[in-house]
């Protein structure tokens, strides 16, 4: 029993551990989206049509981003590689979604005082509110900035669930 329980901290340590730092990687990028004008274009575009590409496009662009820093862990041990690259992919499936429930269906984001992403863009806030997943590091960094975003707008959308949004 001993011997065994380093072998399941490790990879929940490990898991713990991508899942944090992919929520870092995730509000720096968005950050930097904004800052330049090469790197941000297709950014800009997406505030200009205000919407997500569902859920599978937006995982599958996190993943494209990140493949590298999944997998290098593995060059380190199996039991953090496997742990490291599990937290990676659960971030980038959690953010994906939360990315696109925050466009269609703001309300749901029940782990958020605010649904910062939605903020981000109804607001136009090219300063503020960073997070698409999670609120923490905007907290961190001072660029969490409150504001009061349910109106009329938010409280007329038709009740619908967690999972009535855009897939594909």
């Known amino acids: 029993m001993r011997e065994s329980f380093p072998l399941i901290i490790i990879p929940v340590i490990s898991f713990i551990a991508a899942f944090i730092f992919a929520s870092l990687v995730e509000y720096w990028v968005h950050r930097l989206m904004h800052r330049s004008l090469r790197f941000g274009k297709r950014h800009r575009d997406h505030h200009r049509r205000n919407e997500g590409q569902g859920v599978v496009w937006e995982f ?26 599990l937290g990676s992919l659960v971030y980038a499936a959690f953010s994906a979604y939360a990315h696109q429930l925050q466009h269609e269906n703001p309300t749901k984001c029940f782990w958020m005082k605010m649904p910062v992403h939605y903020v981000h863009h109804k607001h136009n806030q090219w300063h503020h509110n960073f997070g698409l997943g999670v609120d923490w590091w905007d907290f961190v960094f001072k660029t969490y900035q409150p504001v009061d975003w349910l109106s009329e707008e938010e409280l007329k959308q038709p009740p619908r669930d967690y999972l009535q949004l855009r897939w594909w």
């Open 60 to 85: 599958f662009d996190y993943l494209k981003g990140t493949i590298v820093i999944m997998c290098l862990p593995f060059l380190i041990s199996l039991p953090i590689g496997i742990g490291w690259c």
